[in-house]
């Protein structure tokens, strides 16, 4: 048996108007070659420019990461040549990074797992590479376009820690508004590195590196096939070469790209048209209030302080505005009905009709008072789903319905009471009928809806005609 370690480099494109260096528009087309400029194609004499919200981006996503802040940012050079580099650099950072040393909280299975991140930091995307049998096509859109490279410690060891891991990264780049993090357009991608181990070693295996992978189905199947591959390979007396791999989703394996290069092949050097930028403790503090709870310390506050189960839990805090939803509904009502009316009706009519709750009609208050009157017995749980799709396809409020409607339940006691009774007395013979045990109940019931044109509350109905037959 070998012990899998697998370590992460996710890249994400921040949201920012303009590119990382240049004034170019940073915005997602299929059009190629529609959003660059000079300093984007690496035109002789060019100067960077620094993109302010892109700094402040990363920085919200290292602070997010629990990471140490540098005093001074500082750019640096990444020298290689490649068609999708114009420059024949990378302008990125390698010495003092925007966060070092952080971590991330994620669930697998029954257990926590903390996360170690190695360093998170910004540098600028590339080009993009279109091959075909014969040729090669360069869309120059993405060169220069903010990007956010995360790299964890060699610290995960199964492809669902990965994909667990994935998750809660892209929560928390949802969450703090800094990237739409689409892998769909190339938004989001994943490097892995994977080797493997003796049980009893001390020392790490032969480390391979597959590339850009861009959906986190195929994040797992690539780490699948790899941990199977190197097994085979090790169980015959083989060695694992140093390289990089690429994922082929359609035959569903890695094949070789290349021998992998080490850092000191790209000659990093500090960028020398950046000057290093120290930031203050105002900027900071800044960053620091626009952070907000994110999915892991709200699942534990759901959990422990409004008693629901993990599961409801991780249901809503899947997107954010889910989350403030639910926190918005529980300040008048009991956070289990609220979650249970939000997870299965509200969400259940929103994947139905393909909308999102921006589009949802029904604010927490007014979700608040449909719930409110359930608890309080005014109307029943199935009137109070009637309601609400009502309400949410006529655009009036449920309270409003309830009254228009006329559909409020009777819950007073003795009104029901007059009823049961009026009703016991005409069906005299049947109350014989329900002592011998004749199913003979839910007649009586529907007599007592039937009077009471289905107003009268179920449960105390119910409990108040056990209680008249007994007396007989």
């Keep these: 048996m070998y012990k899998v370690v697998i370590g992460l480099e996710i890249h994400c494109e921040l949201l920012t108007n303009s590119k990382n260096f240049s004034s170019s528009r940073n915005a997602y087309t299929e059009s190629p070659n529609e959003n660059l400029g000079p300093v984007d194609l690496g035109f002789p004499g060019i100067l960077p420019v620094i993109n302010k919200e892109g700094i402040k981006k990363a920085l919200k996503v290292a602070t997010a990461l629990h990471c140490t802040i540098p005093e001074v940012i500082v750019f640096d050079r990444k020298n290689y040549f490649y068609p999708d580099l114009p420059k024949g650099y990378q302008i990125t950072q390698n010495e003092s990074p925007v966060g070092t040393n952080g971590y991330l909280m994620i669930h697998v299975g029954e257990e926590d797992k903390k996360v170690l991140i190695h360093d998170t930091h910004l540098e600028e995307d590339t080009a ?51 990237s739409d993090a689409r892998s769909d357009r190339g938004q989001m991608r994943c490097d892995v590195n994977i080797s493997l181990m003796e049980e009893n070693a001390t020392e790490f295996g032969t480390k391979v590196e597959m590339k ?184 009036i409020e449920p309270t409003i319905l309830v009254e228009k409607m006329d559909v409020s339940q009777i819950a007073d006691d003795t009104e029901i009471r007059k009823i049961v009774i009026e009703v016991l007395d005409e069906n005299e013979n049947l109350i014989e009928d329900y002592r011998k045990g004749k199913r003979v109940f839910d007649f009586f019931i529907g007599q007592i809806m039937k009077k009471t044109k289905g107003k009268a509350n179920p449960s105390m109905a119910s409990a108040i005609l056990k209680e008249e037959i007994e007396k007989r």
């Design 128 to 178: 993009s590479l279109e091959h075909y049998d014969n040729y090669s096509l360069i869309d120059y859109n993405r060169a220069g376009v903010p990007l956010l490279e995360t790299v964890t410690e060699p610290c995960l060891s199964s492809a669902e820690e990965v994909v667990a891991f994935l998750e809660a990264l892209r929560s928390l780049f949802l969450y703090t508004g800094v």
């Design 212 to 395: 850009n992978i861009n959906s986190f189905n195929n994040v797992k199947e690539a780490i699948r096939y790899e941990i199977k591959r190197q097994t085979e390979i090790l169980n015959q007396g083989g060695k694992i070469i140093q390289e990089t791999r690429r994922y082929d989703d359609k035959d569903m394996c890695t094949y070789s790209m290349r021998e992998k290069v080490d850092a000191v092949d790209y000659k990093y050097f500090q960028e020398p048209n950046i000057v290093p930028i120290r930031l203050t403790e105002d900027f900071l503090e800044e960053i620091r209030k626009e952070i907000p709870k994110l999915q892991y310390e709200r699942i534990q506050i759901y959990m422990e302080d409004y008693g629901l189960s993990r599961y409801d839990a991780t249901i809503l805090v899947k997107e954010k505005e889910i989350a403030e939803y639910f926190e918005s509904t529980i300040e008048n009502t009991d956070p289990k009905n609220a979650a249970n009316w939000i997870n299965s009706v509200i969400l259940g009519y929103l994947n139905k009709n393909d909308m999102s709750l921006k589009d949802l009609f029904i604010t927490p208050k007014m979700l608040s008072e449909l719930i409110s009157m359930v608890e309080n017995g005014k109307i029943s749980s199935k009137q109070g789903k009637e309601i609400l799709y009502k309400s949410i396809e006529e655009k």
